[in-house]
């Protein structure tokens, strides 16, 4: 099976080097910077119709009336199926697919009866086992005319390609994180495309890499060894992604789940780190687990689909989450023996409401496996003690859900930590309960030393996390607008924010692997300051240590500058946080009165927040004169859900907030501040965002 999607080959080049949100814009940006004149107005579906019916069987078109002219590349267009329906309601008998109908199950609102037929003409394009030859050929005719309308800027692709490879220190490794007996940490190599998983022995607190001179061939660590090379499982694949990697809990195994195929279903394997044997976890009863797989001569179907999964509270046993038709995941499993010639699967657990998404977890201090079930509006959590996960695994549940109460569930020293918005808070509350089970009725606010609440749920800061160690909690959320670290002392009850020095930046809580830590890691970035980790002792918080910063070839952060703005909305009550950075010669032109380009990007949907952080795709623009800005819209959550939810953020009836910020973002540097005009100024929105 080949399977094909609509990419731009400089795009899908540059894919390895490009995290998060794609906010470059390369297409867009050197579009702008060429002045490229190849993109015309697609014609209507009637005009081309009627000159070409053919057409419509998907094959990119070019014209052109003389010599003297230039080439019209014309976008493929795909069929209308106009009798092609869903179906809003009640499905009769005669409905192909029953699957189309979408309600939850504990709805109390009655479903349409008669149904309403609803047009879907192009819902013959929705192919989930890639193997529609008409769907093929349709993508294969897009990347066909999306090569040929960009072939004139391939010369600038391949500059701005070897600019971005020169500031990416490729062979370096991340910060190093003990767990047990041993520092874990992962290596990237230049010129390979994927990552390696190491370990090395800790001989003591600190580890200590200054042995190491960057070459690719040494050792970071004293005693290194890699456990699991991703770019030896990607030898001989056309594609291969490592979903999660997990150690077990005595470390002589490592679990990972890998998709060989780009379909999203991932295979779970578990490799001996004394022996190096590598087994595959197979289905042990297909009839009992997931819908029947579609025959595939390139997949074993006998092969065990997961997409999340935990090791148990030993060696023994491992918790993996299974997915439906949808691609949903749907079920929890318990595979108790997973290593001997007898597994035992039991099924812990099944979500039969479409609308929920499940996932598994594990409590940090091992003690709990967590089952979440969620929609964007409401969720459960169901536990189960791993103490007696081997004798009597019995799941139980936090507290059952309610209309639209969104709940997360951590434990420490038989506690639950509940970060929630029950009572239709704005933002989510920090409250703590016994660990038990149906305890809705037992959860209380967490408070400080004062008796005051230090999460209630307001609009002043946002609560997104909590992480349980033995003394601390650390707790991770936003206030004005910028993410922000909390360190809560459990037994004194005082909690104090962590400071940093610049105005704008993204900051967050690194990977921890151990309850009994007596210090936190924090990684830390801004739009000028390129990632660090810092360590912060938790017996003094100012006692703080720069464990690794990230080497940015040929940067100089004195050469560039950045701000942070608030640009009023339309509504006369909204400010829109504006993040911008800039060579410093670039400013002195605006200053003196010179409009210069100006790349402007925005997302706004999910309540995904865009931070305002480091980025090294950005310097070639930057490096050319462009101000680049991230205009923070409602929609996402950089002002906590309150600028995301109705009946002022960014949602449902609420969408047009969204789009009317990012243009008053727009107008505002050029008809306030004047700093570009409509014809330097590009726009990047993507996905569900402003695109």
């Given at each position: 099976?080949?399977?094909?999607?609509?990419?731009?080959?400089?795009?899908?080049?540059?894919?390895?080097?490009?995290?998060?949100?794609?906010?470059?814009?390369?297409?867009?940006?050197?579009?702008?910077?060429?002045?490229?004149?190849?993109?015309?107005?697609?014609?209507?579906?009637?005009?081309?119709?009627?000159?070409?019916?053919?057409?419509?069987?998907?094959?990119?078109?070019?014209?052109?009336?003389?010599?003297?002219?230039?080439?019209?590349?014309?976008?493929?267009?795909?069929?209308?199926?106009?009798?092609?329906?869903?179906?809003?309601?009640?499905?009769?008998?005669?409905?192909?697919?029953?699957?189309?109908?979408?309600?939850?199950?504990?709805?109390?609102?009655?479903?349409?009866?008669?149904?309403?037929?609803?047009?879907?003409?192009?819902?013959?394009?929705?192919?989930?086992e890639r193997k529609d030859p008409e769907v093929i050929r349709h993508l294969e005719a897009e990347n066909e005319y999306s090569r040929a309308v960009t072939s004139h800027l391939l010369p600038l692709q391949e500059t701005l390609y070897k600019e971005f490879l020169s500031s990416i220190q490729e062979t370096d490794y991340t910060t190093p994180r003990p767990r047990g007996d041993y520092?874990?940490?992962?290596?990237?190599?230049?010129?390979?495309?994927?990552?390696?998983?190491?370990?090395?022995?800790?001989?003591?607190?600190?580890?200590?890499?200054?042995?190491?001179?960057?070459?690719?061939?040494?050792?970071?660590?004293?005693?290194?060894?890699?456990?699991?090379?991703?770019?030896?499982?990607?030898?001989?694949?056309?594609?291969?992604?490592?979903?999660?990697?997990?150690?077990?809990?005595?470390?002589?195994?490592?679990?990972?789940?890998?998709?060989?195929?780009?379909?999203?279903?991932?295979?779970?394997?578990?490799?001996?780190?004394?022996?190096?044997?590598?087994?595959?976890?197979?289905?042990?009863?297909?009839?009992?687990?997931?819908?029947?797989?579609?025959?595939?001569?390139?997949?074993?179907?006998?092969?065990?689909?997961?997409?999340?999964?935990?090791?148990?509270?030993?060696?023994?046993?491992?918790?993996?989450?299974?997915?439906?038709?949808?691609?949903?995941?749907?079920?929890?499993?318990?595979?108790?023996?997973?290593?001997?010639?007898?597994?035992?699967?039991?099924?812990?657990?099944?979500?039969?409401?479409?609308?929920?998404?499940?996932?598994?977890?594990?409590?940090?201090?091992?003690?709990y496996i967590f089952f979440d079930m969620a929609s964007k509006e409401t969720s459960e959590v169901w536990f189960l003690a791993t103490e007696t996960e081997s004798s009597s695994p019995e799941i139980k549940c936090v507290a059952p859900r309610r209309n639209k109460v969104l709940y997360e569930v951590e434990h420490g020293k038989g506690h639950w930590y509940i970060v929630t918005n029950?009572?239709?808070?704005?933002?989510?509350?920090?409250?703590?309960?016994?660990?038990?089970?149906?305890?809705?009725?037992?959860?209380?606010?967490?408070?400080?030393?004062?008796?005051?609440?230090?999460?209630?749920?307001s609009i002043s800061k946002a609560l997104d996390s909590v992480t349980v160690l033995n003394t601390h909690l650390v707790l991770e959320g936003r206030e004005g607008g910028i993410p922000r670290v909390w360190l809560y002392e459990i037994e004194s009850k005082i909690s104090k924010r962590l400071e940093f020095d610049e105005t704008a930046y993204d900051v967050g809580l690194g990977a921890?692997?151990?309850?009994?830590?007596?210090?936190?890691?924090?990684?830390?970035?801004?739009?000028?300051?390129?990632?660090?980790?810092?360590?912060?002792?938790?017996?003094?918080?100012?006692?703080?240590?720069?464990?690794?910063?990230?080497?940015?070839?040929?940067?100089?952060?004195?050469?560039?500058?950045?701000?942070?703005?608030?640009?009023?909305?339309?509504?006369?009550?909204?400010?829109?946080?504006?993040?911008?950075?800039?060579?410093?010669?670039?400013?002195?032109?605006?200053?003196?009165?010179?409009?210069?380009?100006?790349?402007?990007?925005?997302?706004?949907?999910?309540?995904?927040?865009?931070?305002?952080?480091?980025?090294?795709?950005?310097?070639?623009?930057?490096?050319?004169?462009?101000?680049?800005?991230?205009?923070?819209?409602?929609?996402?959550?950089?002002?906590?859900?309150?600028?995301?939810?109705?009946?002022?953020?960014?949602?449902?009836?609420?969408?047009?907030?969204?789009?009317?910020?990012?243009?008053?973002?727009?107008?505002?540097?050029?008809?306030?501040?004047?700093?570009?005009?409509?014809?330097?100024?590009?726009?990047?929105?993507?996905?569900?965002?402003?695109?």
């Amino acid at each position: 099976m080949n399977s094909v999607t609509p990419t731009y080959s400089f795009l899908s080049k540059f894919s390895r080097f490009h995290h998060q949100h794609s906010r470059c814009g390369f297409l867009l940006t050197t579009l702008l910077v060429s002045g490229a004149h190849a993109f015309v107005p697609r014609p209507s579906l009637a005009a081309v119709h009627s000159s070409n019916p053919s057409f419509f069987q998907m094959t990119a078109h070019s014209t052109s009336t003389s010599a003297s002219t230039r080439t019209i590349h014309v976008p493929p267009v795909p069929r209308r199926d106009e009798e092609r329906v869903v179906y809003a309601g009640v499905l009769p008998p005669t409905a192909a697919d029953r699957s189309l109908l979408r309600q939850a199950n504990d709805s109390v609102e009655p479903l349409l009866d008669p149904p309403r037929p609803i047009p879907d003409p192009y819902g013959w394009l929705r192919d989930d086992e890639r193997k529609d030859p008409e769907v093929i050929r349709h993508l294969e005719a897009e990347n066909e005319y999306s090569r040929a309308v960009t072939s004139h800027l391939l010369p600038l692709q391949e500059t701005l390609y070897k600019e971005f490879l020169s500031s990416i220190q490729e062979t370096d490794y991340t910060t190093p994180r003990p767990r047990g007996d041993y520092w874990y940490y992962t290596r990237t190599y230049q010129g390979s495309s994927y990552n390696t998983y190491c370990r090395a022995p800790k001989t003591s607190s600190e580890f200590d890499a200054k042995g190491w001179d960057g070459n690719k061939e040494k050792s970071v660590l004293d005693g290194e060894v890699t456990y699991l090379d991703v770019n030896v499982l990607a030898e001989g694949k056309a594609f291969c992604d490592v979903g999660s990697v997990k150690v077990s809990p005595s470390h002589k195994y490592v679990a990972y789940s890998v998709d060989y195929l780009g379909d999203e279903k991932y295979e779970l394997h578990v490799r001996n780190l004394e022996s190096g044997e590598d087994v595959v976890l197979e289905k042990l009863h297909p009839d009992n687990h997931d819908a029947e797989q579609t025959c595939d001569e390139e997949k074993d179907t006998n092969l065990l689909e997961i997409d999340n999964f935990v090791w148990g509270k030993d060696d023994d046993t491992l918790y993996y989450v299974t997915m439906d038709e949808q691609h949903r995941p749907y079920r929890l499993f318990q595979r108790r023996n997973w290593h001997h010639s007898t597994p035992v699967d039991t099924l812990l657990k099944e979500e039969k409401d479409d609308l929920f998404w499940c996932s598994v977890s594990k409590s940090l201090d091992g003690e709990y496996i967590f089952f979440d079930m969620a929609s964007k509006e409401t969720s459960e959590v169901w536990f189960l003690a791993t103490e007696t996960e081997s004798s009597s695994p019995e799941i139980k549940c936090v507290a059952p859900r309610r209309n639209k109460v969104l709940y997360e569930v951590e434990h420490g020293k038989g506690h639950w930590y509940i970060v929630t918005n029950v009572g239709n808070s704005p933002n989510m509350k920090l409250m703590t309960s016994p660990a038990t089970h149906n305890s809705e009725d037992q959860w209380t606010l967490v408070l400080d030393s004062q008796n005051i609440s230090i999460f209630d749920g307001s609009i002043s800061k946002a609560l997104d996390s909590v992480t349980v160690l033995n003394t601390h909690l650390v707790l991770e959320g936003r206030e004005g607008g910028i993410p922000r670290v909390w360190l809560y002392e459990i037994e004194s009850k005082i909690s104090k924010r962590l400071e940093f020095d610049e105005t704008a930046y993204d900051v967050g809580l690194g990977a921890h692997y151990e309850s009994d830590a007596t210090s936190v890691v924090v990684t830390y970035d801004s739009m000028l300051t390129p990632p660090s980790s810092i360590e912060i002792d938790l017996g003094d918080y100012d006692e703080r240590k720069v464990l690794k910063a990230k080497a940015v070839p040929g940067y100089d952060k004195e050469l560039f500058g950045c701000d942070r703005l608030e640009v009023p909305s339309r509504d006369g009550k909204t400010h829109i946080p504006v993040s911008i950075v800039y060579r410093r010669d670039t400013m002195d032109k605006v200053k003196s009165g010179e409009s210069v380009p100006l790349h402007l990007y925005g997302y706004g949907s999910y309540g995904a927040c865009i931070e305002s952080d480091f980025g090294i795709t950005r310097l070639p623009l930057l490096n050319r004169g462009m101000i680049y800005a991230i205009a923070h819209i409602r929609g996402g959550g950089e002002m906590g859900r309150q600028w995301y939810e109705e009946p002022c953020g960014g949602k449902y009836m609420c969408k047009k907030n969204t789009f009317n910020d990012f243009v008053d973002v727009a107008r505002f540097f050029v008809e306030d501040r004047k700093w570009t005009t409509p014809e330097k100024l590009s726009c990047e929105g993507r996905s569900a965002g402003v695109s």
